[in-house]
């Protein structure tokens, strides 16, 4: 079992672009790893699709996208294609790689498996699992869906921006933050650096009378 903070297993694994060692393919970079039941399946298709539409807002926050599926990288290479034409996308090539698990060892090891579902051979689905690695290797977030509810990447690069900004400032961003709003100032800063550090606070009167709803615009 990974756990948040933990460094990422350094696994071995065939992808469409080759194989590779984990770590030595994120380098230096943050990275985001997302699983899928089987090829040719219709949500997966709309989830890698919208991944290569995004792959830009990726980029530009220093973060590699590699995918993983339950079948082989021929049959992921064909796969491609359709993916391609469902995201609209005329270039060459493809923008991430896609990690091939036909025996579900990685899957298994990674814990992405959902036993309440299952193929119709009755083997237990690869969920649709979602972790990201921040650029010293180590877990930062890790969210499994079931295979039948589809995920929004969207919130992941919300998630993505919300880590980054609080790797930098001790704040921590609200219910439903996005870039630009205000955030919270984190509880371990004390009234005496408050100030200094955060010199538009504002706090927010509660019946409780206790101040710890403290405001600031994103640094
Ligand atoms: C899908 O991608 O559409 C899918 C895959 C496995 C189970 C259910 C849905």
Redesign the pocket.
């Known amino acids: 079992m990974v756990n948040l903070g933990d460094v990422f297993p350094n696994f071995s694994a065939d992808t469409t672009v080759g194989p590779i060692k984990f770590h030595d393919w994120l380098g230096d970079s943050w990275g985001i790893l997302f699983s899928?039941?089987?090829d040719f399946?219709?949500?997966?298709?709309t989830e890698l699709a919208r991944v290569v539409q995004l792959y830009p807002e990726f980029a530009k926050r220093g973060v590699k996208v590699i995918a993983l599926s339950c079948d082989s990288v021929e049959t992921h290479k064909k796969w491609l294609n359709d993916i391609k034409m469902y995201a609209g996308y005329s270039m060459e090539g493809f923008p991430y790689p896609l990690i091939a698990d036909e025996d579900r060892k990685l899957a298994t090891t990674l814990q992405m498996i959902d036993q309440d579902?299952k193929?119709s051979q009755g083997i237990p689905?690869t969920a649709r699992a979602v972790f990201i690695i921040d650029a010293k290797k180590r877990m930062r977030l890790s969210i499994l869906y079931p295979?039948?509810t589809?995920r929004n990447f969207d919130e992941i690069l919300r998630v993505i921006d919300s880590l980054q900004l609080t790797d930098k400032h001790r704040v921590a961003t609200p219910v439903d933050w996005k870039p630009q709003e205000h955030v919270m100032v984190q509880p371990t800063v004390s009234d005496e650096e408050v100030k200094t550090l955060f010199p538009q606070l504002t706090i927010v009167a509660l019946p409780s009378g206790k101040n710890y709803i403290r405001r600031t615009p994103q640094p």
């Open positions: 899928h039941p089987a399946t219709p949500v997966c298709t579902e193929d689905l295979a039948t589809g």
